[in-house]
Nanobody
Framework: QAQLEESGGGLVQAGGSLRLSCAAS????????MGWFRQAPGKEREFVAV????????YYGDSAKGRFTISRGNAKSTVYLQMSSLKPEDTAVYYC???????????????????WGQGTQVTVSS
């Protein structure tokens, strides 16, 4: 079964940076949209960012714009999320997601993604 595995989470002070990584178990994910959602305690899952298979198109949630950067590795089946200027409100479990195709504005909906990782905790202290 295809899997997504996140890494790179941890504890960081406000204003700091962190880079999350997501590695797919199958090379076919190199042709998929891959991205990130996050979920804070007591809140709904929130779209963070997504990148097309080629890396030519990226979309960001409002909370990520200007501070986070999504990119793909050379292997294409790996995706990164570089987070800067972190705030305590960025504290959440961050999930890697993937799907073969996205239509319209569906990229911001968790329902649009078939594959999900187990999540990695990011905690930003004030």
């Amino acid at each position: 079964q295809a899997q997504l595995e996140e890494s790179g989470g941890g504890l960081v002070q406000a204003g700091g940076s962190l880079r999350l990584s997501c590695a797919a178990s199958e090379r076919t994910f190199g042709g998929y949209f891959m991205g990130w959602f996050r979920q804070a305690p007591g809140k709904e899952r929130e779209f963070v960012a997504v990148i097309s298979w080629s890396g030519s198109s990226t979309y960001y949630g409002d909370s990520a714009k200007g501070r986070f950067t999504i990119s793909r590795g050379n292997a294409k089946s790996t995706v990164y999320l570089q987070m800067s200027s972190l705030k305590p409100e960025d504290t959440a479990v961050y999930y890697c997601v993937a799907h073969s195709a996205l239509y319209g504005n569906s990229w911001s909906s968790p329902l649009a993604y078939r594959y999900w990782g187990q999540g990695t905790q990011v905690t930003v202290s004030s």
